[in-house]
């Protein structure tokens, strides 16, 4: 899971900070040490870390902390507006003109380039024409990923094979968009194992001799420091507009999303967040800034369910929730919602402190397969009237899931349990609005 780390290390220091009553001087001092070391153990580019810890430090030490009478809390909230400031504050949309726009997205090999291109173009589509150019004659099966991608978030592929030089190929895709009524042109380009004149040549001659409305790198969120250096060099030797970080599913430590903005001056438009095509979600630096810190990302979350419920299912479930009337046909539904909002993983991650209490639990997405199993296996009427299910009928069900009476009678008692919860928490839920109310920060 991301920020593993460097949330479990934040989350301990500030249960320092919180325990004390009064802070000195010294003691917000060895607590920002401590948050220098662990943003330095992130892989968080040093001069950055120092330019960070400077800042929260002439905030931190003065007498209004000092005094305030939760200093704790107030130390803790610089960091975080501190770490949203890191990454940019407002969150930057990508910027598109009216009429024909091209955007190039460069990077190192393996960043998520033609994955993104096709995300993007899925994402864009809503909005725009867009165009997908392979324009990476050296990988080989580069253009065909592409093509693939491009077929299944349902945007066009302009390719010329791999027998023209990358300038021609986009020449020619910008004249097929004006024929073709494109206004987006997002060009897929070549990754190198490491900066190379060549390829940064051929950028540039790109650059030169079309117009190039936003260049963006794609970066790694993975690789940490050298992402960081790399997307220096590009950005001095072809100049970029944006950068998107992928791979913030994975274990990052959190290094590059912390030091990028920062050390290129450039904003983060968008992060991918799985290899799905559709997991690509808008750069919140706010967001982001408090799943570092392990406070969960409420946010993408309810956006999560909102996404994958309709209001009238949110609606239709409430209902049921208060009346207690929800029975394994609903249940049934629940797992294959769930199922929209991403991996169990994922959710889990973004609740505020379960973050680190997670760390060495596997979940898997498969728990769900067994009950599912069990409630496929039972008639329409006993799905809808549990109570009917009496031993010869457990033992049916049991059979027909592949699985032991005693997984059934787990199942029922569960049940049953959240029956009881529904009611008592129905008080709680009122409507779809009434999710958004709550949050409380875990510490
Ligand atoms: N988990 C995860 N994997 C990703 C994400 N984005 C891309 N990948 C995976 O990373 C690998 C490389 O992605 P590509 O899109 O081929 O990267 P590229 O930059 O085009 O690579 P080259 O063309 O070889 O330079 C693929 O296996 C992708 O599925 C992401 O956000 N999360
Ligand atoms: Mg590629």
């Given at each position: 899971?991301?920020f593993?780390?460097?949330?479990?290390?934040?989350?301990?220091?500030?249960?320092?900070?919180?325990?004390k009553?009064?802070?000195t001087?010294?003691d917000?001092k060895?607590?920002?040490?401590e948050?220098?070391?662990?943003?330095?153990?992130?892989d968080?580019?040093?001069r950055?870390?120092?330019?960070?810890?400077?800042?929260?430090?002439?905030?931190?030490?003065?007498?209004?902390?000092?005094?305030?009478?939760t200093p704790?809390?107030?130390?803790i909230?610089?960091v975080?507006?501190?770490?949203?400031?890191?990454m940019?504050?407002?969150p930057v949309?990508?910027?598109?003109?009216?009429?024909?726009?091209?955007?190039?997205?460069?990077?190192?090999?393996g960043?998520g380039?033609?994955?993104?291109?096709?995300?993007l173009?899925?994402?864009?589509?809503?909005y725009?024409?867009?165009?997908?150019?392979a324009?990476d004659?050296?990988?080989?099966?580069?253009?065909?990923?592409?093509?693939?991608?491009?077929?299944?978030?349902?945007?066009?592929v302009f390719?010329?094979?791999d027998?023209h030089?990358?300038v021609?190929?986009v020449?020619?895709?910008?004249?097929h968009?004006?024929?073709?009524g494109n206004?987006?042109?997002?060009?897929?380009?070549?990754?190198?194992q490491?900066?190379?004149e060549?390829?940064?040549?051929?950028?540039?001659?790109?650059?030169?001799?079309?117009?190039?409305?936003q260049?963006?790198?794609?970066?790694?969120?993975?690789?940490?420091q050298d992402?960081?250096?790399?997307?220096n060099?590009?950005?001095?030797?072809?100049?970029?507009?944006?950068?998107?970080?992928?791979?913030?599913?994975?274990?990052?430590?959190?290094?590059?999303?912390?030091?990028?903005?920062?050390?290129?001056g450039?904003?983060?438009?968008?992060?991918?967040?799985g290899?799905?095509?559709?997991?690509?979600?808008?750069?919140?630096?706010?967001r982001m800034?408090?799943?570092?810190?392990g406070?969960?990302?409420?946010?993408?979350?309810?956006?999560?369910?909102?996404?994958?419920?309709?209001?009238?299912?949110a609606?239709?479930?409430?209902?049921?929730?208060?009346?207690a009337e929800?029975?394994?046909?609903?249940?049934?539904e629940?797992?294959?919602?769930?199922?929209k909002?991403?991996?169990?993983?994922?959710?889990?991650?973004?609740?505020p402190?379960?973050?680190?209490?997670?760390?060495?639990?596997?979940?898997?997405d498969?728990?769900?397969?067994k009950p599912?199993?069990?409630?496929?296996?039972?008639t329409?009427?006993?799905r809808?009237?549990?109570?009917?299910?009496n031993?010869?009928?457990?033992?049916?069900?049991?059979?027909?899931?592949?699985?032991?009476?005693?997984?059934?009678?787990?199942l029922?008692?569960?049940?049953?349990?959240?029956?009881?919860?529904?009611k008592?928490?129905?008080g709680?839920?009122?409507?779809?609005?009434?999710?958004r109310g709550?949050?409380k920060?875990?510490?």
């Amino acid at each position: 899971m991301a920020f593993e780390g460097i949330s479990e290390k934040l989350q301990n220091i500030f249960k320092g900070l919180k325990s004390k009553g009064r802070l000195t001087e010294a003691d917000v001092k060895t607590a920002l040490r401590e948050v220098k070391m662990a943003l330095l153990e992130a892989d968080v580019n040093f001069r950055v870390v120092k330019q960070f810890v400077k800042s929260v430090e002439e905030r931190a030490i003065g007498q209004d902390v000092m005094n305030s009478l939760t200093p704790g809390q107030t130390v803790i909230k610089i960091v975080n507006e501190e770490l949203v400031k890191l990454m940019g504050s407002e969150p930057v949309r990508l910027p598109l003109h009216s009429g024909l726009n091209v955007l190039m997205m460069v990077g190192l090999n393996g960043a998520g380039k033609t994955t993104m291109s096709a995300k993007l173009g899925g994402e864009l589509k809503k909005y725009r024409r867009p165009l997908l150019v392979a324009a990476d004659v050296y990988r080989p099966a580069a253009i065909e990923q592409l093509q693939i991608n491009g077929g299944k978030v349902g945007v066009p592929v302009f390719t010329m094979g791999d027998k023209h030089n990358p300038v021609d190929i986009v020449k020619a895709a910008i004249e097929h968009a004006g024929k073709n009524g494109n206004d987006l042109v997002i060009v897929d380009t070549a990754g190198r194992q490491h900066i190379d004149e060549a390829l940064m040549e051929e950028l540039v001659a790109i650059k030169a001799a079309v117009k190039i409305d936003q260049t963006i790198l794609v970066v790694d969120a993975m690789t940490g420091q050298d992402a960081v250096n790399a997307a220096n060099s590009f950005n001095e030797r072809i100049g970029i507009d944006g950068v998107i970080l992928t791979k913030l599913d994975s274990d990052t430590r959190g290094g590059a999303a912390l030091s990028i903005r920062s050390v290129t001056g450039k904003p983060i438009l968008y992060s991918g967040v799985g290899e799905k095509l559709t997991d690509i979600e808008q750069f919140y630096p706010d967001r982001m800034a408090s799943r570092i810190l392990g406070m969960g990302d409420v946010m993408s979350l309810i956006e999560k369910a909102e996404a994958a419920y309709t209001d009238e299912q949110a609606d239709k479930l409430a209902k049921k929730f208060k009346k207690a009337e929800f029975d394994f046909n609903d249940m049934l539904e629940q797992f294959d919602q769930m199922k929209k909002m991403g991996s169990l993983q994922d959710i889990m991650g973004m609740i505020p402190g379960m973050g680190s209490k997670l760390k060495n639990v596997e979940i898997d997405d498969k728990a769900m397969n067994k009950p599912k199993a069990i409630i496929l296996s039972m008639t329409p009427k006993e799905r809808a009237n549990p109570k009917c299910i009496n031993p010869s009928r457990k033992r049916r069900i049991a059979a027909g899931a592949g699985v032991e009476v005693s997984d059934v009678n787990r199942l029922l008692n569960q049940f049953e349990q959240s029956k009881k919860m529904m009611k008592q928490m129905s008080g709680m839920m009122s409507g779809k609005g009434g999710r958004r109310g709550g949050f409380k920060f875990p510490f």
